[in-house]
């Protein structure tokens, strides 16, 4: 009966990155939306020479530049944590899944995180 045990936490704990993961991706969907429904306009008039359209495009840019990088070392940064983990316990039994899953994840987080911010400042100041 141990041996069954194992491989069950294991399916649970993949279970529960995905389902964070899944959870992310949505939010993080939603808020995309309503941001590049909100900026749009703003962007528009940036393109028709408006100061502040174009301060918005500005930094629309920049926070995707930063996203990407601060993206890449996170994934890097799992990565080695899961690496490092094989290296120094080379018995324990390694579940791909969900080491995966924590990757992608953290990966997704600076995009999420920007997403949020942005759609949450767009909506105050169209209030």
Do not use: C, Y
């Given at each position: 009966m141990?041996?069954?045990a194992?491989?069950l936490?294991?399916?649970a ?6 389902q964070?993961?899944?959870t ?5 969907q939603?808020?995309?939306?309503l941001t590049i429904?909100?900026r749009?306009p ?12 174009q ?9 995707k530049?930063t996203?990407v ?12 944590m899961?690496w ?8 324990a ?8 899953a924590k ?9 999420s995180?920007?997403?949020q911010?942005?759609?949450?400042r ?6």
């Amino acid at each position: 009966m141990a041996k069954t045990a194992k491989p069950l936490e294991m399916i649970a704990g993949a279970g529960v990155e995905a389902q964070a993961l899944t959870t992310r991706m949505l939010a993080m969907q939603a808020d995309a939306g309503l941001t590049i429904a909100l900026r749009m306009p703003m962007l528009v008039k940036g393109a028709l020479g408006d100061r502040r359209g174009q301060t918005e495009a500005a930094k629309a840019v920049t926070e995707k530049v930063t996203a990407v990088m601060e993206s890449g070392f996170a994934a890097g940064h799992a990565t080695a944590m899961f690496w490092w983990g094989v290296v120094f316990n080379p018995l324990a039994q390694v579940d791909l899944h969900e080491a995966t899953a924590k990757v992608v994840n953290h990966s997704l987080e600076p995009f999420s995180k920007r997403a949020q911010a942005n759609a949450l400042r767009l909506r105050a100041r169209k209030r």
